[in-house]
Each structure stands twice: as structure tokens, then as C-alpha cells.
């Protein structure tokens, strides 16, 4: 156990938040996600919902700055009517946690699943919600 660190966030996925490098994915992907096929690295959060481990990861890992859009989403698939509620409670915890990088993409489903393929890491959780799936692009930690 270390102070101040958030019990939500397991040793394997600090070790890989600190591997990471500029310009590196994460994804946090929903409990329908194909994490266990796409992953380079497949880290499972059974039972944990993609909000409180997107909080808890963003007090360390600083979003890219370099780039319009450090947040990934996948968009809702043509012909679904699904309005997902859960990518305002993701918009909040961006501008609070990283206020500077605050942008946010929408992916065509497809896409996204290409780009998780070449993403770091997949986080696998136990997320009910529909378009849950996120991806975070790691900028640089500046010391001030």
C-alpha cells in the first residue's frame, strides 16, 4: 500500500502508467469491449466502472497537450438511438483532471477498434454502460 494512491488502481496498472511514454494509449474499455483479443498488454478491473478508474488514473497520468483531441470515444454505430449519459460524467472528470487537454473525439466503432489494437494497454472493466470505451493519449509530466 502506498498514501494517496487510489486502492482502484492495481500495482500492474501503476507499473504500466509509469512504462508508458509520451504520445502512448491507454484504453478503458466497457465490460462488451474485445480487450482479451485487441490487448498488447491486457490488464483486467473486473467489477470496476470506467468513471472511477478514469478519476483515478487521471490524477497521475497527464494528457497530451500536443494534440487537438487526447481523448478518444467510440461513436455511436449508424441507425442506434443510444444517447450515452456516460460521456458527460467522462467530459466532466477530463476538465476537472486535466483542464488543459481537455479535447474530446468521436471514433467510428471500427476505427476505434484499430486504434485499440495499437494502443500500450487495454484496461478491461466491468463498465454496464453502452459506448463506454475510452482512449487517453499520454502527454509529458512537466515539473512546475
Known sequence: MLKGVP?????????????????????????NFPAAS????????????????????LRFYPLDTF???????????????T????????RNIV???????????FVERFAFYDRARTAYAIVATGESALYANIILKKGVVVDT
Open 95 to 105: 476538465e476537472k483532471r486535466s483542464p488543459e487537454a481537455a479535447g474530446i473525439e
Open 67 to 81: 494534440v487537438d483531441a487526447p481523448v478518444a470515444l467510440m461513436e455511436v454505430v449508424p441507425g442506434d438511438d
Open 38 to 57: 485487441m490487448a498488447q498488454r491486457l490488464l483486467r478491473c473486473d467489477g470496476h466502472e470506467v468513471p472511477a478508474l478514469l478519476d483515478a488514473v
Open 7 to 31: 486502492a482502484i488502481l492495481s500495482p500492474e496498472l501503476l507499473k504500466v502508467l509509469m512504462e508508458m511514454g509520451h504520445g502512448d494509449e491507454l484504453v478503458i474499455g466497457d465490460g
Open 83 to 90: 444517447r450515452p449519459a456516460i460521456w458527460e460524467t467522462y
